[in-house]
Every structure is written in C-alpha cells, then in structure tokens.
C-alpha cells in the first residue's frame, strides 16, 4: 500500500489518476523501487524522531520536575510530642517539615540543603548530582534531536560522516535516563532499609521516622527515567538514512 492517501500503485509500476503536479512527482517515484524505499525510509525516521523528541521532551521535564518536589522519602512519626505533629517530606534539595493546627489547617516550614551541608547521607548528595547530570543531558540530547529533525525535513543525508545526531541524541538520553535511574533505585532502597538521616537540633527531626514510604517525587523520577530511555531506543533504532 503507498504510504500517500491519494496515490494508487499498480502491480507492474504505474499510478492511477494522479492529481496535481506534487503527486505527478511523487508517482513518478514510486514507479522506480529505489526511490521508493528511500520515501518510506525518510517517512519512518522522520515519524520515528519526532516521537523521539516529544517523549524526550515530557521525560526532561518530568527530571526536572522531581528535581524540584520535596517527596522523594515521607517520614511519619507516631511520638508526637516530640516530633512534628505532621509527616516530614525529604527530598534532595530541601527537608519540609509539617505541623497540624487543626483538622483542616497545617503549617509548613521547609529547610533548603546546601553543599556545606555535612549531615546529608551519600545517596542523597550523590543523586544531586545525577539529577542535575541527567538534566544537563536531557537538554543537550535535545538540541541534538533539533538537529536530526532539521536534517531529515531538509532532506539532508548522512554520509560517512562520524557524527549522526540521531545516534548522538539516543546516547545522551539513555546517559540521562542511567543517571535517573540510579539516584531512583538508590533512594528505594533507602527507604527500604528505613536509613535515617542527622538532622540539625534546631529542626527537632528524630534520627528515624516510625515509618517511612516513597512519595510522588519519587514515581515523576521513575516516569522520566523510563521516557527518557524509552526516547534514547527510539533513536538508537532508527538512524538517518546515509548514502555510500
């Protein structure tokens, strides 16, 4: 079947009822089997790297969303009166800490983390920097993508050229989802193993919580990391088309 709605092919090479001079051209291609295939090879990675680049592009800002979120771990405490009346969210850039007033009313006081910071565990100050990698990453794999697309609509063909930015955006975007995925598995299995962290006195944080889970940092984390791999096989899989 032609990959053009309003083309017929025949079996022994010729179109049926061309419309307008575009189709004529396009007709007169299809009757020669290399042109052909060069058609749907430049259809199927163009379709291909623009569903790349939108995947690529939610899973970059599902990093950098997370980056943000304060609920990578939640911290509950059964010992309220010396602790906080409400649950504590850590995440990797600040610690919230909240306080029930009423049924219906709580306050919030958030305590943002710094590199001098000497009680932050090692997952936490290892996944600052795969997340801020991984977001560096994302954006360059990105820029390559613009330019795999632009190659592709301007019907550019690689030759035996060492750089394929197709190749170069899949590379970075799998890089980007490895880094994500590590700082993702490292904080389950702390949360897991309920490690605890030294707070400072002056927040009144227990070394441990009572209990702990995951929060929704942490699944915007697993949901970036699959899109951006997800986008770096896409783009591993399909190259531009190149010519000897």
Excluded at 89 to 107: A, D, L, Q
Excluded at 137 to 142: N, P, Y
Excluded at 145 to 167: E, H, K, W
Excluded at 187 to 207: D, K, M, Q, R, W
């Amino acid at each position: 079947m032609s990959p053009f709605p309003n083309i017929a092919l025949r079996t022994h090479g010729g179109c049926s009822q061309p419309k307008g001079p575009t189709v004529t051209v396009l007709c007169v291609c299809l009757q020669f089997p290399g042109c052909a295939a060069a058609m749907l090879l430049f259809i199927n990675s163009a379709n291909c790297q623009v569903a790349g680049f939108a995947i690529a592009t939610v899973g970059w800002i599902l990093t950098t969303t997370s980056m943000g979120f304060v609920e990578w771990r939640v911290w509950h405490m059964d010992n309220t009166s010396l602790s906080p009346s409400g649950p504590v969210c850590v995440g990797m850039w600040k610690v919230c800490i909240y306080h029930h007033i009423s049924n219906y009313n709580r306050t919030k006081l958030c305590r943002h983390f710094s590199y001098r910071d000497t009680y932050l565990p090692l997952d936490i100050r290892v996944s600052q920097n795969l997340l801020l990698v991984a977001s560096i990453l994302g954006l360059l794999g990105r820029a390559s993508t613009i330019f795999a697309l632009r190659n592709v609509y301007m019907g550019v063909r690689q030759g035996n050229a060492t750089f394929n930015p197709s190749v170069a955006s899949g590379i970075l975007n799998l890089a980007a989802g490895i880094c994500i995925s590590i700082a993702v598995v490292w904080n389950y299995h702390s949360v897991v193993n309920e490690e605890g962290i030294t707070f400072p006195p002056s927040l009144a944080i227990p070394f441990k919580p009572d209990t702990q889970e995951t929060g929704s940092a942490f699944l915007v984390a697993c949901l970036a990391a699959f899109m951006m791999m997800l986008s770096a096989l896409l783009f591993l899989a399909y190259k531009l088309p190149t010519v000897n």
